[in-house]
């Protein structure tokens, strides 16, 4: 089983928006600190957002400031990734990875493809 499960990707126009999600099935996620990630071919992984668990400091890569919020709902176990303003450079893969203390779990990755 993947630790961590990412949806809500998909094909977008240029300036469209998508949300996307990431859920632990088997735990809970309220105690880390979850990253989004995004990897487009011919390119290494790089961060796009983090969130740390309760009310901690949130950051954004520079590349998405003002167009992608980070937000996180315990009682749903999920963390999002709203988009908005998308860009043809914003194609790729999306990865969440949770981290606490000393364990680190990533998910599948969901494709988001910005193209008109």
């Known amino acids: 089983q993947v630790p961590l499960v990412e949806s809500g990707g998909g094909l977008v126009q240029p300036g469209g928006s998508l949300r996307l999600s990431c859920t632990a099935p088997?735990?809970?996620?309220?105690?880390?600190?979850i990253g989004w990630f995004r990897q487009a071919p011919g390119k290494e992984r790089e961060g796009v957002s983090c969130?740390?668990?309760?009310?901690?400091?949130?950051y954004y890569a520079d590349g998405v400031k003002g167009r992608f919020t980070i937000s996180r709902d315990n009682a749903k176990n999920t963390v999002y990734l709203q988009m908005n303003s998308l860009k043809p450079e914003d194609t790729a893969v999306y990865y969440c990875?949770?981290?606490?203390?000393?364990?680190?779990?990533w998910g599948q990755g969901t494709q988001v493809t910005v193209s008109s």
């Open positions: 088997g735990f809970t996620l309220d105690y880390y600190l």
């Open positions: 969130i740390s668990s309760g009310d901690g400091p949130i």
């Open positions: 990875k949770a981290v606490y203390q000393w364990s680190a779990y």
